[in-house]
């Protein structure tokens, strides 16, 4: 059985970073499409970044292009999200999630496990 576990969240100020982890348990995360969706109070959970295991492609929102990077370590079956120049309105739960299906990595009904998410509150 696949299970993620994320961790890494915390309170931040505006400008300041953070990395958040998922290590993956039950399977190899280098055969797993990996990405990280946000969900802040009252809204959807919406996509943030993913990691293509075939090519190594990612993929980011608008928002977060040129502040956040997603990588993976294979030895260690963990995906990071270096989160830079945070801002308050990133504060959300944020998810990780795999999917070995092939197709867009931009929707969430297109992964097949999820952690049990990790808060990021950026005060101003």
Same mark, same amino acid.
């Given at each position: 059985? @696949?299970?993620?576990?994320?961790?890494?969240?915390?309170?931040?100020?505006?400008?300041?970073?953070?990395?958040? /982890?998922?290590?993956?348990?039950? %399977?190899?995360? /280098?055969? !797993?499409?990996?990405?990280?969706?946000?969900?802040?109070?009252?809204?959807?959970?919406?996509?943030?970044?993913?990691?293509?295991?075939?090519? /190594?492609?990612? !993929? *980011?929102?608008?928002? @977060?292009?040129? %502040?956040?990077?997603?990588?993976?370590?294979?030895?260690?079956?963990? @995906?990071?999200?270096?989160?830079?120049?945070?801002?308050p309105e990133d504060t959300a739960v *944020? *998810?990780?999630?795999?999917?070995?299906?092939?197709?867009?990595?931009? !929707? %969430?009904?297109? !992964?097949?496990?999820?952690?049990?998410?990790?808060?990021?509150?950026?005060?101003?």
């Amino acid at each position: 059985q @696949v299970q993620l576990v994320e961790s890494g969240g915390g309170l931040v100020q505006a400008g300041d970073s953070l990395r958040l /982890s998922c290590t993956l348990s039950g %399977r190899t995360v /280098s055969m !797993y499409n990996m990405g990280w969706f946000r969900q802040a109070p009252g809204k959807e959970r919406e996509f943030v970044a993913a990691n293509r295991w075939s090519d /190594s492609s990612t !993929y *980011y929102t608008d928002s @977060v292009k040129g %502040r956040f990077t997603i990588s993976r370590d294979n030895a260690k079956n963990t @995906v990071y999200l270096q989160m830079n120049s945070l801002k308050p309105e990133d504060t959300a739960v *944020y *998810y990780c999630a795999a999917t070995r299906s092939g197709g867009t990595l931009y !929707y %969430r009904e297109n !992964y097949n496990y999820w952690g049990q998410g990790t808060q990021v509150t950026v005060a101003s």
